[in-house]
């Protein structure tokens, strides 16, 4: 007689796109740890089932529109958005789990590969001139006036506070337990800081010493602001995609407990990238490659055996056509790693 089938605990099978989302392992970066006599570990969030963090916000915000009332599973609904893609790809798939449409405003200017994906996935995606926040024609903008004329809930993730509540649920309590409450540094980019915000929440809620450090590209007014209090216009310009801010802090991330922020060139987000490949195995984003280049930082200036935490925030097939692009980096007079040129 056969053996019988091993017996998966229920708690172990998710229930669809809804219940796939979080849970992702905490990976020690190696060389970065060697390097630095310190643990650092970096969030897997390009494993979730949309492929990025962003799956986490998708997910809060539209539970938060169920509890509303404003959606209801298999009944008719449209979620619009802008985005810079991810929070588009999470909330056109978790809206396709309940039989909701999405229509997904994004600046012309992002990877290809995360548009062409948008439409492959079925979502109406609009596509916009890139344009400041202070134009109307910005994506933002665009997006909130399309969801009036359509009757639609408008996610808007970087004011509804829904984001950063998902992650002070989800992502912040999962550190603290995967690191068995020994995480002395969290460090991390913000596009909506949805994601620094609610994690930093729910850390410092367990021990306020844990350091929090927020993780920006050169020409954002992010960490100019935590570090002066103003908000000074500045030039964007970075290689990166989905953070930074030119000159506004998001509803989700003011107020968030930060002690210091990092500013990061390409340069050095791109190494961390291309070493992430190179000797980790893991192919990720150019955030994520930022996320951990700051915390190299925050790890040298504590010194050794720290545990510094970051956020792996979405896979590099997103930004094959760029970042792993040797004419794009050449273009840019970035370096091209050995493989690629
Ligand atoms: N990394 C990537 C690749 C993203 O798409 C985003 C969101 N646009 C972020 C980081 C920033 O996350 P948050 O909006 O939670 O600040």
Not at 143 to 167: C, P, Y
Request: aromatic residues 6%; hydrophobic residues 45%.
């Amino acid at each position: 007689m056969p053996a019988p089938a091993p017996r998966i605990a229920d708690g172990f099978i998710a229930d669809g796109f809804w219940g796939a989302v979080g849970n992702t392992p905490l990976i020690r970066l190696r060389r970065a740890s060697a390097e630095t006599g310190c643990e650092i570990l970096g969030k897997a969030e390009f494993m979730n089932p949309g492929g990025s963090v962003k799956d986490r916000a998708a997910l809060g915000i539209l539970q938060g529109a169920v509890e509303r009332g404003l959606l209801t599973p298999g009944r008719p609904g449209t979620v619009v958005e802008g985005t810079a893609g991810n929070t588009g790809i999470g909330l056109a798939l978790a809206a396709q789990a309940r039989g909701w449409k999405s229509v997904i405003v994004v600046p012309e200017t992002q990877s290809r590969e995360k548009l062409d994906f948008l439409r492959m996935i079925g979502a109406d995606l609009r596509l916009v001139p890139a344009k400041p926040f202070s134009d109307p024609g910005n994506y933002v903008h665009v997006s909130r006036r399309l969801a009036e004329e359509l009757g639609a809930v408008w996610a808007n993730q970087f004011d509804n506070t829904d984001n950063a509540l998902a992650h002070e649920r989800s992502t912040g309590p999962e550190i603290w337990e995967q690191t068995g409450g020994a995480v002395d540094a969290f460090t991390c980019a913000c596009g909506t800081g949805g994601t620094l915000a609610g994690t930093a929440r729910a850390l410092k809620a367990r021990n306020p010493d844990v350091r929090i450090v927020l993780a920006d590209p050169e020409g954002s007014a992010l960490a100019p602001w935590v570090n002066t209090g103003t908000v000074k216009a500045s030039p964007g310009g970075s290689v990166t995609e989905g953070i930074g801010q030119a000159a506004r802090v998001p509803g989700n991330l003011n107020g968030a407990p930060v002690d210091a922020a990092e500013t990061i060139p390409d340069a050095e987000a791109l190494a961390q990238v291309f070493s992430l490949l190179a000797e980790e195995g893991l192919c990720v984003g150019g955030s994520a490659g930022l996320n951990v280049a700051a915390a190299i930082r925050v790890a040298r200036a504590l010194g050794p055996g720290h545990t510094v935490v970051t956020i792996l925030c979405d896979g590099g097939a997103r930004y094959q056509s760029k970042l792993f692009n040797p004419a794009f980096l050449r273009e840019r007079n970035l370096p091209v790693p050995a493989w690629l040129a």
